[in-house]
């Protein structure tokens, strides 16, 4: 049983478009992240959420929306994609956020977004 | 400053050779330590971790680490390599901000992993 699964597992598409990356737990962690890993494999944070309310954004473009319906869910939805999106996206989950300062985060497999 | 420092970007080795990648961490964040390994085309797994207590952690896939805190290092060892365990190795600290924590990596150590 997948802990965190992200769909799909590769994505690609031409630069304009918009695309969604699907992400769900079945932890039961209250707090759930996107991060983002560049060619050079370096993983920069972009969201998290606790229990469903945005608690982190980093600098990232507004074109990049998360929606969380739920605690167990946690979307990515990107709009007019450009050549440097491209890179693998993780989710991870983790119990504790506010506060929390041990909270182990576990990672889904990755979904990597090519933009041609 | 950066929050975490990973000292090489690449460490080659023989196999059963014994191995050190090397992380600092500034004093300014929580000594919450984490060392993740990322096998190719795979996300990311807890190798071990550091929250309180003995300063050397044992992990999984023979892997240990020693927190120094005078050094502010969180160095991850193995004494003998195998070619499994060639993957890129992250070190990462929560950063406390804002009334909520960060997991933050370094940029990663590649361990290349020779017969």
């Known amino acids: 049983d997948t802990a965190v699964s992200q769909t799909p597992k590769y994505l690609v598409t031409q630069m304009g478009n918009d695309k969604s990356i699907k992400c769900e737990q079945n932890l039961g962690h209250d707090t759930m992240y996107w991060y983002k890993q560049d060619s050079k494999k370096f993983l920069k944070i972009m969201f998290s959420?606790?229990?469903?309310?945005?608690?982190i954004n980093e600098t990232v473009p507004n074109r990049f929306s998360p929606k969380s319906p739920d605690k167990a869910h946690l979307n990515l939805h990107i709009n007019s994609l450009e050549l440097g999106d491209s890179a693998v996206y993780f989710c991870?989950?983790?119990?504790?956020?506010?506060?929390?300062?041990?909270?182990?985060?576990?990672f889904g497999q990755g979904t990597r977004l090519t933009v041609v | 400053a950066q929050s975490v420092t990973q000292l090489d970007s690449q460490v080659p080795v023989f196999e059963e050779a014994p191995v050190e990648l090397r992380c600092n961490y500034s004093s300014s964040v929580s000594v919450y330590l984490f060392w993740y390994v990322q096998y190719p085309n795979q996300g990311l797994q807890l190798l071990l971790k550091?929250?309180?207590?003995?300063?050397l952690v044992k992990g999984i896939n023979g892997f240990e680490a020693e927190f120094n805190k005078s050094q502010t290092s969180f160095h991850l060892r193995k004494p003998s390599v195998h070619i499994s365990d060639t993957a890129e190795y992250f070190c990462a600290v929560i950063l406390f901000s804002g009334g909520y924590n960060k997991l933050i990596f370094g940029a990663g150590t590649r361990l290349a992993v020779h017969p």
């Open positions: 959420y606790n229990n469903k309310e945005l608690i």
């Open positions: 550091y929250l309180s207590g003995s300063t």
């Open positions: 991870a989950s983790s119990q504790g956020g506010a506060g929390a300062r041990k909270g182990e985060a576990f």
